[in-house]
């Protein structure tokens, strides 16, 4: 069952990582038109380098927003890792007695309880 979720959260990882490295080409994509843009609008030698500094830094910003997604996606594969190897039998909504577990239509906030069908808000 582990190893099952260690490849899901896996298999989820890389497809996030995927998404991450188009984005971030589709934004690389999308400054070298806008220098382009902004070169043909260009009177002068100082906005075309103006036009080609934004790019550059534009194309390094999708950058660092890809490798930020790259990290946070290996750091939320380890969390679903270790959160099952320290909870075992405990796969979300099947087979956990816990409330905030399942869809029990029970949900409790410091010390107080409702219940009723799920998406009515309950009784108190």
């Given amino acids: 069952m582990q190893a ?3 490849a899901a959260a896996s298999a989820k990882e ?3 990582n995927l ?3 188009a984005k971030a080409g589709m934004d690389k994509t999308k400054a070298t038109i806008q220098e382009k843009v902004e070169k043909a ?3 002068d030698p100082a906005e075309k380098e103006e036009a080609k500094l934004k790019k550059q830094d534009r194309i390094s910003q999708a950058e ?3 490798q930020e997604a790259r990290i946070e996606n290996a750091a939320e594969r380890e969390r679903a890792r270790l959160d099952a190897a320290h909870h075992p039998g405990h796969g979300g909504s099947e087979g ?5 577990h399942g869809k029990s239509g029970v949900h409790v906030t410091l010390g107080t309880a409702r219940s009723g069908p799920m998406g009515t808000g309950g009784t108190r």
């Fill in 4 to 6: 099952a979720k260690n």
């Fill in 14 to 16: 890389k497809a996030e």
């Fill in 19 to 21: 998404a991450a490295s």
């Fill in 41 to 43: 609008k260009a009177h």
């Fill in 64 to 66: 660092h927003n890809k």
């Fill in 96 to 100: 956990s007695a816990l409330p905030e």
